[in-house]
């Protein structure tokens, strides 16, 4: 027993010592608790557009949110829970209630009012979709009486475009997917958002067309709860990584994300 005792105490002292010499698990727990405090990092994303999830011809989900959340968790060693919701409204009000640790959304100064943001990810372009057979040919055709623009409910485009239309309408939809039925029944004639988005949708409906140019750009960020700001300068390195290593050039390819540019450091 004597002896099986001091085998025992010599096996628990290694152990302990070894644990002192491994200390960078430890520390990367600590750094790792910033932007996922319980442990697992709760990625919030909706489907339909490849800023956030896509499903590929194999069924494979890919995109923006989903990726770099999936790279993200995998850097940290930390679980990952991928929390779904219809819109992306839904998802920064999430955030903001502390619901979901994680997601990648256009930052907004409004926004910024209700969740925190890394430096740029991307730039996306924003645009008009109009379907087959449309008469509405330029973006300049659009301000006209009785013209239905269509926004995703809660969504920049929600907030911004009605201010730059005099005559047309903005209707509001529940969802991306919401939309393109909404187009079949007449209830909208052209939708508004990235362009990302509105080529998802366009390969949906045989003939739609995205329109020349632009109504402005988004810059795409990683979105975090507010009080966590000091998970920003790694998040920061992370974005960093992934777009000199060209991992996020990679993400953008499997998500099939057009219409995307470098992002700039304002």
Do not use: C
């Amino acid at each position: 027993m004597r002896t099986s005792s001091r085998r025992f105490a010599r096996t628990a002292l290694l152990a302990f010592a070894m644990t002192g010499l491994l200390g960078a698990p430890a520390r990367a727990d600590g750094e790792a608790r910033l932007p996922a405090p319980s442990g697992t990092l709760r990625v919030g994303i909706y489907p339909g557009s490849p800023t956030s999830m896509v499903t590929d011809a194999a069924g494979k989900p890919h995109g923006l949110a989903y990726d770099l959340g999936g790279e993200l968790a995998k850097r940290l060693g930390v679980g990952i829970d991928y929390v779904r919701f219809q819109r992306v409204a839904d998802i920064v009000t999430a955030i903001h209630d502390g619901q979901v640790d994680f997601t990648v959304t256009n930052a907004t100064p409004a926004r910024a009012n209700e969740v925190s943001f890394s430096q740029p990810v991307l730039a996306i372009e924003l645009g008009y979709l109009v379907p087959a057979n449309s008469q509405i040919g330029r973006i300049e055709d659009i301000d006209r009486p009785g013209v239905k623009i269509g926004v995703t409910k809660g969504s920049t485009s929600e907030r911004t475009l009605p201010t730059k239309f005099r005559s047309a309408t903005i209707v509001p939809a529940e969802s991306v997917k919401v939309a393109i039925a909404m187009f079949g029944r007449g209830e909208i004639d052209l939708y508004a958002t990235n362009k990302p988005t509105l080529f998802e949708m366009s390969d949906q409906m045989p003939g739609a067309k995205i329109l020349d140019g632009n109504w402005g750009a988004e810059h795409m960020a990683i979105a975090i709860p507010k009080g966590r700001e000091d998970a920003l300068p790694l998040l920061n390195r992370f974005v960093t990584d992934e777009q000199s290593s060209g991992a996020l050039d990679t993400i953008q390819q499997q998500a099939g994300l057009r219409g995307a540019s470098k992002a700039t450091r304002e």
